[in-house]
């Protein structure tokens, strides 16, 4: 079901996957999902994991801001 959901998911528009926690499985195989597919090299799969420190999630924010995400910041602070 995983693989039938990223493919719906490409042919709905969206560009951007983000995977947030320990690893990158998920991260690894959307990647190979989108390649299969045309909005493979339109997309961007981002994976984080909270351990990395903030130095990361900031970088995550700025490429998700950098793709057209709305990135909240006021908590940030």
Request: hydrophobic share 50%; glycine share 10%; net charge negative.
């Amino acid at each position: 079901e995983f693989v039938e959901l990223i493919r719906s998911m490409a042919r709905a528009g969206v560009r951007t996957f983000l995977e947030v926690g320990p690893g990158n499985v998920l991260s690894k195989l959307t990647d190979a999902i989108l390649t299969e597919t045309s909005a493979g090299a339109s997309a961007e799969v981002i994976s984080v994991d909270g351990k990395q420190g903030l130095l990361t999630l900031a970088q995550t924010l700025a490429r998700l801001a950098a793709r057209g995400v709305e990135v909240n910041l006021a908590a940030w602070e």
